[in-house]
């Protein structure tokens, strides 16, 4: 890419907590943005933890950098999503209850400033310039808020963010118009629906991460039975304000004795799940969409706007999003797809862009297809099985959809990967959704998980509303961040991706966007008369695939049918012993597009009037100071 001395670069980072992600824009335009985890392999790309801060996503940065092609000096910005000095000074002594060295603690509190501050040297250190004089700090949640409005295609728009925690803000309030945002309100910790839904995941058994399989159990129950326990801890009104009880959700200690005289006793992990938890689940949903929809209704009043940006991991809760956008007075809505802490490192770089720089607005967000994309290596891979399981493919959409119609799992890995936690047919496992078994065979067989859990659909955009009840369509819909119910007529027609409470989480795929699986889904409706297909995420209990060979190795491991990858069909059943052994002797995440070449690197800084970095310890205990997030259901 050609620079010029008007170019501007900017770079942003999210890791202070968990989903750790890098993003690089170039005079206002994604060139590229990356989840960590899906080069680690590790779910949530680490742990978020007190020690871990300074933790820096290597690979997403490289792989940026690598995109952008350019040098260290060229960055002009680098964001980082988190003010330490506000965290600091917000947090101690707020709860009653602590634990030792924990959040909330003043040495626990001392510690993860400390390592804070390492960022910017640590960044240094690993492009291999001194980038202190770049560096900048932006507040959690208005990297938040500049993730969705600085993207969305309204010229001005109501703004709420909703997550776990930022510094001290959970929760933001605001408006957006032209190039600038402000915030009308807050809500404060521990005044946290992404917290309290951590805290809910934990009772029911599923540990800190379960937040989707508690969306997905809310379904089957009756959310009267616990209501009104629910908001004996939980209060919301017309005039904008959240308040949660702190000292009865615990948020910073594992006991739950509080909640347990409210709900009853928790449940333990891998005990059954009755109607007890159902109706639990049921409830927080409940609330949730209450609360969601009071404080849409707040900004609506407010603002005067028909439009509203909704970020945070709790705006990946697709039941919420769709309730605010029907009953809270507004008539569109965006969401970006990785609008947990992710999408913070996009939002660092529209913040910098826009709100500091006062540049113009000139990107809309019409795609989450940022990562890298692997052609090269995907070809040096299909030249290494054996013969009889691959073909070379001349019309792969019509062979894969004809396949999908006679019962088989497809995967589909193609270009670019997604950027977020949904697979939108880059990184995507297919199957017919006319077919009421595949639910357990994917859920049981495949995938490894609870079997309540539904599946989504992607969908041919024009068609959507002759499948689906929606009263507003939204650019979200391509990002799987919506939920509608399945039109009554249309109902036992696609079971596969109908879940109990009648409703599908759905993709709307355009011609643009992504050509090759909008012709697999038109070739799918020329045969069945049906113009969707049940997608999910490509992965078994990991983090979905990023390389060719992770593509494979799953598709092996969890017995898909077919691996369809840039042009060519692999029969998984015919794949002999050989491709089990190249896969265990070859490590493709070390792929030539995460290095950058030498000639590009700089001699290092001369950084010696510090310390040298701390190495996080990883291993240490789980804080509870995570912000929530809701992954593929």
Known sequence: MKNDRNDIWILGVNSAYHEPSACIIHNGKIIGAADEERFNRLRHGKVADLKNPHWMPERSIRYCMEQAGIRVDELSHIAFSIA???RLASNVNVDSETTSGGAGTPEGEALFHELLLQVPKRLSLLLGGDVRDSFRWVEHHLCHAASTFFVSPFRDAAILTL??????????MGYGSGNRMQMLNSAKYPNSLGFLWTKLSRFLGFGNYGQWKVMALAAYGDSDRYYGAFRKFIRYDD????????????????????????????????????????????ALQQVTNEAAVAMARWLRKQTGCKNICLAGGVALNCI?????????????LFIQPASNDGGTALGG?????????????NEVM??????????RDALCLISQVNVEAVQKITNLPERAAKLIAQGKIVALFQGRMEFGPRALGNRSILADPRRSDIIYLLNEKVKHREGFRPFAASVLAERTKEWFTIRFETMADRFMVLAYPVRPEKLGTIPAVTHVDGTTRIQSVDRESNPVFRRIIEEFDRITGVPLLLNTSLNESEPIVCTPADALRTCLEAGIDYLAIEGHLIDIVRCDESVYRMLEITDYSNNHLLKQPSHRQPAPADLSNGNEPVVADCTSAVDDDVSVVFMSR
């Not at 928790?266 to 007890?276: T, V």
């Not at 770089?349 to 607005?361: D, V």
């Open 163 to 172: 997550d776990g925690i930022g510094e001290t803000t959970t929760t933001w």
């Open 320 to 332: 919420m999003n769709r309730v605010v956008l029907n009953e809270s007075g507004f008539e569109d």
């Open 366 to 375: 019409v795609h989450a297809y940022l990562g890298p994309e692997y052609s």
């Open 349 to 361: 770089c529209y913040y910098i862009w826009n709100q500091l720089l006062g540049r113009e607005r």
């Open 84 to 86: 330490p000095e506000l």
């Open 239 to 282: 005039n904008g304000s959240l308040e949660i009880d702190g000292d009865t959700l615990q948020f910073r200690v594992e006991s739950c004795k509080a909640l347990e005289r409210l709900l009853g006793q928790k449940r333990a992990a891998q005990s059954p799940i009755d109607d007890h938890h159902k109706d639990i689940a049921a």
